[in-house]
């Protein structure tokens, strides 16, 4: 017998992770950098985030331990995290049984759902979807039920409900506000969803980590409020978007004790913990005042309508974004599809942007392109003017 084999395996690794594309975020950045393309593509923002939240946690590195916190996170963030949706959102949430920090929002959704979905379970998605929510469905065994949101308006309707909610139904992923499409749901959406929730005794798992990125005087709804949701909500929040520091990957999730206990046995196994200075950074901020988060918005409101006016005036049609960092423009005249017009654009004109194709699965739009807007304003007004060549007479 011999241990050396010279045949391939005919699938190595799990076939949903084997079979599994790069994600068009890494993919597009590398693009960018191979082009030297101004990188609209992945959501971050140009900037540091803010000063006095990176200082708390350079000083919290020295001054707090560096072994491993508890692993719901530290007391001083749970409770950060429930005085935080009190105010801002009118949550009830008990920081020692409703509150886990997780590292970013990616391990809580995978978290969520590997705890949550037994094999055979149907699990509602919305079109267009985060791309990390599929293979993360299908690996815990999920059964996926689409409902297609339509452009430009993107809303939840109540036959497209009808239409994939069963007695089979367990659990409905839902985006709020919703990347890429800059949607914000409000309470007819909300309420729509949350009757069917109850109707079939469905737990709804509500990605908000876009709650706090919304303009023109926008206020988040957080799903878990609607009636008869308390119960079956899993909230997830993140430390990147509220605070502009995307690096970091501090989320939290928020759910009622019966559901926590479940979250809590998947997560630690998954990360156990996440760092605790980053953590202690960010219990002092989300304790910051009005102001901060009015400026954040105020700021990238203005970026938002620098770079929609901009595309505008050189002949894109751009639609409306009420929230995130992120507006998409319609390329039907441009391009076959999105995914050639973002290759040809980032190789030929030296801008990156994500095909928004990359958030259906069943691939019937693709005539959008997202643009990333959180960047200076020399970044935005250098990004317009190299795609104004795509209008110009050859
Ligand atoms: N969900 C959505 C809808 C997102 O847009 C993102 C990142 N932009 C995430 C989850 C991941 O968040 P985190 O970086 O905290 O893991
Ligand atoms: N959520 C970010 C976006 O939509 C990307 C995150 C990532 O690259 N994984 O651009």
């Given at each position: 017998m011999t241990l050396a084999s010279n045949r391939t395996p005919s699938l190595i690794g799990h076939p949903v992770f084997a079979e599994l594309p790069e994600t068009v975020f890494e993919s597009m950045s590398r693009l960018a950098r191979q082009h030297g393309a101004i990188n609209?593509?992945?959501?971050?923002?140009d900037g540091q985030g803010p000063d006095d939240l990176r200082a708390a946690a350079a000083r919290a590195l020295e001054s707090v331990s560096n072994q491993y916190p508890p692993m719901l996170g530290l007391p001083s963030l749970r409770r950060a995290v429930a005085a935080h949706y009190r105010h801002h959102q009118g949550l009830d949430l008990d920081p020692e049984r409703e509150v886990m920090v997780t590292s970013g929002a990616t391990e809580a959704l995978a978290g969520a759902l590997m705890a949550l979905v037994r094999p055979g379970d149907e699990v509602v998605l919305f079109e267009p979807m985060y791309d990390a929510y599929l293979p993360l469905v299908r690996r815990a065994g999920g059964v996926p039920r689409f409902v297609s949101l339509k452009p430009p308006r993107f809303r939840i309707e109540e036959g497209a409900l009808a239409e994939v909610f069963s007695e089979h139904t367990r659990i409905v992923l839902l985006n709020n506000p919703l990347n890429p499409s800059a949607t914000v749901f409000g309470q007819d959406d909300l309420a729509l969803l949350a009757a069917f929730c109850r109707r079939f005794d469905a737990v709804a798992v509500c990605d908000e980590v876009w709650e706090h990125v919304i303009f023109d005087g926008r206020r988040h709804l957080p799903l878990?409020?609607?009636?008869?949701?308390r119960e079956r909500t899993v909230k997830i929040g993140s430390a990147g978007k509220i605070f502009s520091l995307?690096?970091?990957k501090v989320g939290f999730v928020m759910a009622p004790e019966p559901l926590m206990r479940v979250l809590s046995r998947a997560h630690q196994f998954l990360t156990f913990t996440t760092p605790p200075n980053l953590q202690e950074a960010v219990a002092y901020g989300l304790?910051?005042?009005?102001g901060y988060f009015e400026g954040m918005r105020a700021e990238l409101a203005r970026s938002r309508d620098r770079l929609a006016a901009g595309l505008s005036r050189i002949g894109f049609s751009v639609l409306p974004s009420a929230g995130t960092y992120f507006l998409t423009v319609d390329i039907a005249d441009l391009a076959a599809d999105d995914v050639a017009f973002c290759e040809r654009i980032v190789t030929e004109h030296g801008v990156a942007a994500i095909p928004?194709?990359?958030?259906?699965?069943?691939?019937?739009?693709?005539n959008l392109a997202r643009f990333c807007f959180a960047k200076t304003d020399a970044t935005l007004d250098a990004a317009v003017e190299r795609l104004a060549g795509l209008f110009r007479p050859a």
């Open positions: 609209l593509g992945q959501g971050f923002p878990m409020a609607q009636p008869g949701m995307t690096g970091w304790s910051k005042d009005e928004v194709s990359a958030f259906y699965a069943q691939g019937e739009v693709k």
